[in-house]
T-cell receptor, first 119, second 113 residues
Framework: DARVTQTPRHKVTEMGQEVTMRCQPI?????VFWYRQTMMQGLELLAY????????DSGMPKDRFSAEMPDATLATLKIQPSEPRDSAVYFC?????????????????FGEGSWLTVV | QKEVEQDPGPLSVPEGAIVSLNCTYS??????FMWYRQYSRKGPELLMY????GNKEDGRFTAQVDKSSKYISLFIRDSQPSDSATYLC?????????????FGKGTLLTVNP
């Protein structure tokens, strides 16, 4: 059963601490997305990778957020230093892009999310 | 004005009812329209997608797109308690690097047995 795996599922941390979230995309998928979901803003795209290269991180606060793909099986999203306003659910999603910017069948698969609370 | 507007609800219906969920949008470049279902404490999962205007049916679900009105709908027939979830509309343009999905905030649906 192929699925996107995210860790940790839940994280409570103090303001100022570093938070690292990890994602294992579905094997063979070459596109990875990081989304953030809040009640106020809904789902927002933070960053997008294709073949491990970052193509768009315009939705991400650059001063404290960073996203990387050290290899094809791991994507990371780091917040340093964390702030209470970062409290949200962070979703990783993966898909198969057959052409630049295209996702096969418009299907991207979401993980179950990392629930972050910064106090 | 946000690019995609969706009534957050909540919407509560009895089992067996027909449910209508809707989104409006302002960006005329949107060509692909999707509906995602999100159960509590889970990630969104793709339910249906359509390209441009028209209808698409899949079992008890029907998606409609009216590009002239910039309005999309999802109908659920014979609704079941297992349909209780948040439904998010999503859309994007076509071609080039139009990978970016713009989501509505979601409508919370409860189907009561």
């Amino acid at each position: 059963d192929a699925r996107v795996t995210q860790t940790p599922r839940h994280k409570v941390t103090e303001m100022g601490q570093e938070v690292t979230m990890r994602c294992q995309p579905i094997l063979g998928h070459n596109t990875v997305f990081w989304y953030r979901q809040t009640m106020m803003q809904g789902l927002e795209l933070l960053a997008y990778f294709r073949n491990r290269a970052p193509l768009d991180d315009s939705g991400m606060p650059k001063d404290r957020f960073s996203a990387e793909m050290p290899d094809a099986t791991l994507a990371t999203l780091k917040i340093q230093p964390s702030e209470p306003r970062d409290s949200a659910v962070y979703f990783c999603a993966s898909g198969l892009g057959v052409r630049e910017g295209q996702i096969s069948g418009n299907t991207i698969y979401f993980g179950e999310g990392s629930w972050l609370t910064v106090v | 004005q946000k690019e995609v507007e969706q009534d957050p609800g909540p919407l509560s219906v009895p089992e067996g009812a027909i449910v209508s969920l809707n989104c409006t949008y302002s960006n005329s470049a949107f060509q692909y329209f999707m509906w995602y279902r999100q159960y509590s404490r889970k990630g969104p999962e793709l339910l249906m997608y359509t390209y441009s205007s028209g209808n698409k049916e899949d079992g008890r679900f029907t998606a409609q797109v009216d590009k002239s009105s910039k309005y999309i709908s999802l109908f659920i027939r014979d609704s079941q308690p297992s349909d209780s979830a948040t439904y998010l509309c999503a859309m994007r343009g076509s071609g080039g690097s139009n990978y970016k999905l713009t989501f509505g905030k979601g409508t919370l649906l409860t189907v009561n047995p």
